[in-house]
């Protein structure tokens, strides 16, 4: 083909050069097979290939992020990683060489973005050598390859060798680049969405077979207009799958509007979702968008879907079935051209049986259900998101790097994590915190151990067998000693208090979500917090 590249195997034993060119059009799995035969061939103790996100097109070489999309030798956290280069002054350094690898001294100064990365049986060791090349595609920076060792003067001689690794690094990026050119699904370009925590998409920490078939799927319904309904656990990503949905839609280019039903006001949920006209109710002193409107030629996202009052769902079937809205106040109709995508926590099938949510409703939503897979069976999924928080906390306490130790990353897998992914970005943020105050840091590297994450309440021991799934606990009867000096009223509103308060703080202050965990209704949790003090 005249598009394609020539690809440098020549110096390759048939039977891997062949089976490099049969990759070709699997990156996933091409490159992680080229680092298997290079640290074969190089006298490596780790390597990794990066490329630059899709921030960087159009900026220079050393700006940007680089993203891992390989690696061998590294704990397996680094996949998660995402390296900001004006934080990383070697992978800068790699990105902006001319003519070829870039080779540090022994005594190079400038912090190395994988010190303490490379396992080694009990402990996490320093690199001591250091080699980077810049790869390019068509003139334009595409990634970086690394190559580092843990002995002085390893890769002295190999200069010959490694730039022909990656040159052919280089040809085969190349390659697949021009492929996906001519095939138009974008090939191995990561896309970074619009996202409220940059970095964290679906593709670049989902590996596991779980999340692959998620993938899979979503990609197929995205270019579609179905309804979708998105299911999972809190903290599994839903938002991130409705964002991917459209992004990967013939509404790209339109707008997403997010919803949080939750948090909609009961006697507003019809004005904030259709509009309403001027003088509709007090307050209205003019004419006002729904979202509903906000969302027309593009994908109006409604998270929470569950909490929607039934008044609200009567008037949303409308939408639903005929894309006709109807603002307050207004007796217009109004055609609106919306993909609709929801998402719960709930089981909506048993909100119908039990009369909370409308049957008819329920069917219009859930035409596709997708269901988001929960952490823990997500395998080293946990360990590669886990090198994203521990990238964001190390830029944010000014470390040279953060780590998990062995027994964490143990823990880590064996944990059952019911919040998920909000629950182990939590850990991580917190975890890093309380090693930071609890001693310093070895060389500008902070390892992370069980007790610093939370995660050492299992009653177990470093190095002992872990449970997979957490033992029910028995409530607790208090001792005398235990109960408050109050009169009896008093003691069972203070009680109340911090029962709400513990119940938001575990729901992260949704009222809703808080309201169930606690049985009550949301109007009834909002009357006692509100007689108790915790709202106005």
């Not at 190089?42 to 891992?68: I, Q």
Request: proline content about 7%; some cysteine; aromatic content about 4%.
């Amino acid at each position: 083909m005249d598009n394609e590249a020539v690809i440098s195997t020549s110096s390759l034993p048939l039977d891997e050069a062949g089976a490099l060119l049969q990759a070709l059009d699997d990156p996933a799995r091409l490159w992680p097979l080229l680092l298997d035969l290079m640290s074969r061939h190089l006298p490596c103790d780790a390597c990794a290939l990066l490329r630059h996100d899709g921030r960087s097109d159009g900026v220079k070489a050393g700006e940007g992020m680089l993203v891992p999309l390989a690696t061998r030798g590294l704990s397996p956290d680094t996949l998660g990683r995402r390296f900001e280069l004006d934080e990383h002054p070697r992978l800068q350094a790699i990105a902006e060489a001319d003519g070829g690898p870039l080779r540090f001294p022994a005594g190079c100064e400038l912090p190395d973005p994988y010190d303490g990365l490379i396992p080694d049986l009990s402990q996490r060791l320093h690199v001591h050598d250091c080699v980077g090349a810049p790869l390019s595609v068509d003139g334009r920076p595409w990634g970086v390859l690394t190559l580092d060792a843990l002995n002085e003067g390893r890769f002295d001689g190999w200069d010959g060798a490694i730039a022909a690794w990656a040159q052919l690094t280089a040809d085969l990026a190349t390659a697949v680049e021009r492929r996906a050119a001519v095939v138009g699904d974008g090939g191995t370009a990561l896309r970074v969405l619009d996202e409220p925590a940059p970095g964290l998409d679906l593709e670049a920490v989902g590996g596991s077979p779980a999340m692959a078939a998620l993938l899979a799927e979503v990609d197929t319904v995205a270019a579609s207009d179905l309804v979708v309904l998105v299911l999972g656990e809190t903290g599994v990503g839903k938002e991130l799958v409705a964002r991917r949905l459209h992004a990967r839609s013939p509404r790209a280019a339109g707008p997403l509007v997010h919803v949080n039903c939750a948090a909609l006001p009961d006697a507003l949920v019809e004005s904030e979702l259709f509009g309403h006209v001027r003088g509709a109710f007090s307050g209205a002193v003019a004419d006002r968008r729904g979202k509903f409107e906000l969302a027309d030629g593009g994908t109006l996202f409604l998270d929470e879907v569950g909490e929607l009052p039934l008044a609200a769902q009567a008037k949303m079937l409308r939408a639903l079935q005929n894309g006709e809205i109807q603002r307050v106040g207004s007796d217009r109709h109004i055609t609106v051209d919306v993909r609709v995508i929801a998402a719960t926590n709930r089981d909506l099938a048993a909100e119908v049986r039990e009369g909370r949510f409308r049957a008819d409703v329920y069917h219009r939503l859930s035409v596709y259900p997708l269901r988001v897979p929960p952490l823990r069976d997500r395998g080293t999924d946990i360990l590669r998101l886990a090198g994203l928080f521990l990238e964001r906390n190390r830029a944010r306490l000014g470390l040279r790097n953060l780590r998990l130790s062995a027994a964490a990353e143990r823990r880590m897998l064996a944990y059952p994590w019911p919040g998920n992914v909000r629950e182990l970005e939590h850990a991580i943020g917190r975890g890093a915190i309380r090693a930071r105050v609890a001693r310093p840091p070895d060389g500008g590297v902070l390892t992370l151990t069980p007790a610093d994450l939370g995660l050492a309440d299992l009653g177990q021991e470093e190095g002992s067998v872990i449970p997979t799934a957490m033992p029910a606990q028995q409530p607790r009867i208090p001792e005398p000693a235990d109960l408050p000096e109050l009169p009896l009223r008093d003691a069972v509103e203070d009680l109340e208090r911090r029962m709400i308060r513990a119940h938001l703080a575990r729901h992260d202050g949704n009222w809703a979500q808080a309201a169930r965990s606690l049985g009550l209704d949301r109007s009834n949790l909002f009357r006692l917090a509100r007689r108790l003090g915790l709202r106005e």
